[in-house]
């Protein structure tokens, strides 16, 4: 018999919300200096111990939250 087609291997794991830390948000500000807007993974990349947990998604989000 085959695997049902609604097997939950695909799905990524969504844990709870986290707040951006203060060096989370000092590496973003640092990185889009050094690299530009729009770098999210080159940001990421460089900035890899401050920002481990995030996606380049989300860095772009804070981004643009913390230019409101």
Same mark, same amino acid.
């Given at each position: 018999?085959?695997?049902?087609?609604?097997?939950?291997?695909?799905?990524?794991? $969504?844990?709870?919300?986290? +707040?951006?830390?203060?060096?989370? =948000?000092? #590496?973003? &500000?640092?990185? *889009?200096?050094?690299?530009?807007?729009? $770098?999210?993974?080159?940001? +990421?990349?460089?900035?890899?111990? =401050?920002? #481990?947990? &995030?996606?380049? *998604?989300?860095?772009?989000?804070?981004? $643009?939250?913390?230019?409101?």
């Amino acid at each position: 018999e085959r695997p049902s087609a609604c097997s939950s291997t695909k799905t990524k794991s $969504r844990g709870k919300r986290m +707040k951006f830390t203060d060096s989370e =948000d000092a #590496a973003i &500000r640092n990185g *889009v200096e050094r690299f530009g807007v729009g $770098r999210w993974a080159d940001i +990421k990349s460089y900035y890899h111990i =401050d920002l #481990a947990d &995030r996606t380049s *998604v989300q860095i772009k989000d804070r981004w $643009r939250t913390l230019n409101k």
